[in-house]
């Protein structure tokens, strides 16, 4: 098949600009005012440990059997994986020691379950959580019967519970996100969903934590690619999903 040269320069650069869009994203979301690239992780000090934490966006299917830092397998495939080894390849000379933790399933009340196994006994110096589409989710589909009023208390409570700990941990609290027009998500997750993102936000502004607006990311997402481009399901992203989140929580912590 043939096409005229004005044809081959209109479909290469929209190539070029679907090669930037992940960059660009994350920068019209997250930090905006930071040069693109500049890298500046002053958050992490020589010897750190770092710890991710949430549900199965997190988990991604990591090995829990040995839970070993800075190991592959015991990462998974998700963001988590993808920004750790960005961490250690920017940051070789700290020393830093991350682990992922997340457990597929998860709610507010079942990290504080495992926290002294799952996060006290790492003893982490910087500490990231995902965590809520499953109060939402698990609810809505009649597996639990939590509320907006359980999230929030639950939510404050541990984090009161770590700082009481480890007053000296520096807190990352992710936004949990929603995207439309896929398989498990459709318009009616948009009401109650905004509910449990406002808490987030009103937790991490009230413990003055580093906030990281997936959702934000995901909407701007949407606009260079479908919607299941970045998440099958609306949920759990994709590969491309993945590195976007993982972008974006790089680009927070900067």
Known sequence: MSFSRRSFLSRSAAGAAALASIPAIVSACVSPEKE????????????NTVLFQGDSITDAGREK????????????FGYAFLAAS???NELAGLDLKIYNRGISGN???????RWQKDCFDLKPDVLSIL???NDYWHMRNGKYDGTIEVYENDFRALLQRTLKELPNVKLVICQPFYVLNTSAVDETWVEPMKKY????????????TI???????????IKYAPETYWTGDGVHPS????QLMAEAWLRAVE
């Open 36 to 47: 693109e690239k500049q890298k500046n992780y002053s958050l992490f000090q020589k010897g």
């Open 65 to 76: 059997e040995k839970e070993l830092p800075n190991t592959a397998r015991s990462f998974g």
């Open 86 to 88: 960005e961490l250690l």
């Open 107 to 113: 709610k507010v009340y079942q990290l504080a379950d």
């Open 131 to 133: 965590i809520g589409v």
């Open 197 to 208: 993102q406002a808490v987030a936000k009103k937790l991490a502004d009230e413990f003055n």
């Open 211 to 221: 906030w990281v607006p997936f959702q934000d990311v995901f909407d701007e997402a």
């Open 239 to 242: 590969m491309a999903g993945a």
